[in-house]
């Protein structure tokens, strides 16, 4: 199973950003869509963002505007810049391989009021 590594989480002030990585080294990186999920405590796992192998971006409604998802193919990494962050933001935030039931160990996202 080819893994997922998350990394670039941390601890902000409301009012910061912060910019998640997500490496995911499979041959087929380029034509698999990827998203990032988050999951706060006592609360299921959401979708935030996807973006397709084309580069379309989908977003949840609540991030629309703040966060941007995107992704490097030559790299086989996807992005999620995040400005704006609320205390709402806290959570673990994962990346995923659209349609693959694989998850990484995932970010921790901790936003200060």
């Known amino acids: 199973q080819v893994q997922l590594v998350e990394s670039g989480g941390g601890l902000v002030q409301a009012g910061g950003s912060l910019r998640l990585s997500c490496a995911a080294p499979?041959?087929?990186?380029?034509?698999?869509?990827m998203g990032w999920y988050r999951q706060a405590p006592g609360k299921q796992r959401e979708l935030v963002a996807s973006?397709?192998?084309?580069?379309?971006?989908t977003y949840l409604e609540f991030v629309k505007g703040r966060f941007t998802i995107s992704r490097d193919n030559a790299q086989k990494k996807v992005y999620l810049q995040m400005t704006t962050l609320k205390p709402e933001d806290t959570a673990v935030y994962y990346c995923k391989v659209v349609g693959i039931p694989y998850w990484g160990q995932g970010t921790q996202v901790a936003v200060s009021s």
């Open positions: 973006i397709a192998s084309g580069g379309t971006a």
């Open positions: 499979r041959s087929d990186f380029s034509i698999r869509d």
